[in-house]
């Protein structure tokens, strides 16, 4: 079986993946700059133009961009192509109501594509596969991502998405599938179901899962990979970059995420001074674009937390490994796939009367479902009214949440003066969830 999809890039020596890096770059910051107002004035206020650029090094002395230059150019301000040239749009959580919207054109697809198909084959999965794909399909990347990739590779995708588990099983079963891709915490929901209908996955044709969106741990791969009888894979993406399949890593190693950078290029920096860490620190991971159209991003701050590791892998592909996730360095909580800022949720709390700004969020895994409690003080005359003005309060909450955020949450509606209070930075996330 190919080891790879496409061995000439996905083998390219370092010294040749450089060169074309910084022909992809210079050519990206002169787009940006041409084509872009945002990036014309925030280039010009850091006083650097894209012909200062004559190594990969003179990166760092652009500026970075970030989720709220995003927002603040809501929704195409960022758009590099015009808008007749955009095929397709997706959407994530943004801080506030409104998503980040990004736009591919037909060639932006097309990579996409070819990058979801290297990262099935980097998984072990291959032409002939029956790929049963249960990310979610919409604004969401992941399902059409992980779609456009399996068909580029020859498979056969099962475009089931995500949610009715007990059908899932039955397709798994009778369809014979033999890659799973889905969040972590849901093939182990999947798993549950399933011997919960007396079906043993050990029976399934299932091989291979292909697991992201979310972050989990390798104490969770071990749970996987023996509850569903599969190698589990990690792989990473994030819409504003593309979507999944920035970095997926290989099954001969399993150690570290190859990142491709013939399209990106990777640096890690301190998220609270910004400054540049040498490879094999931990830090914040920045991604720039190098061959995106729709909507390029310069130094995109993902505020995922990692390190970067350039030794070589013993599958043969040269491109840089970062590590497993370890976090954010932002408060980005993500709840059953979906992305919760708490700004987002005292948005919808404080346009409530009667809830004060005092909330807590817990967050916790039960049956392997995440579950979210929004506990909120409201004031002293709402809290001495009847149960049931308290019950209507806290469906009313609930509801809102979910009508704007999509995520299902319990609300519970505490005392006046109950929620401690700290003379810095509030704690807003109690996260009890074991990985
Ligand atoms: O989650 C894209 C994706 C879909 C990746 C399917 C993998 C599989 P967003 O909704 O924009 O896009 O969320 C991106 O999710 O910044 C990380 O914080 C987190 N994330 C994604 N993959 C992983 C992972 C998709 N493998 C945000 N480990 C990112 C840990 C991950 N966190």
Known sequence: MAIFYNEEFETLPRPALEALQLTRLKNTLERVYATVPFYRASFRRSGVVPGDLKTLEELQRFPFTTKKDMRDSYP?????VPLREIVRIHASSGTTGKPTVVGYTGEDIHVWSELMA??????GAHKGDIIHNAYGYGLFTGGLGAHYGAERLGASVIPISGGNTKRQIMIMQDFGSTVLTCTPSYSLYM?????????????LRLRVGIFGAEPWSEAMRGEI???LNLDAIDIYGLSEIMGPGVAIECIQAKHGLHLWEDHFIPEIINPETGELLPAGATGELVITTITKQGIPLIRYRTRDVTSLNYEPCICGRTHVRIARMSGRSDDMIIIRGVNVFPSQIESVLVGIEGVEPHYLLIVDRHDNLDTLEVQVEVDEQIFSDEIKVLQSLARR?????KEMLGVTCKAKLVEPRTIQRSEGKATRVVDKRKL
Not at 191 to 203: H, I, L, N, P, Q
């Open 76 to 80: 195409y301000g960022l758009f590099a």
């Open 118 to 123: 290297r990262s099935f084959v980097a998984a």
């Open 191 to 203: 798993a549950e179901e399933a011997r919960s209908e007396g079906v043993d996955f050990r029976k």
């Open 225 to 227: 990979e023996s509850k």
């Open 397 to 401: 909450i609930e509801k809102e949440i």
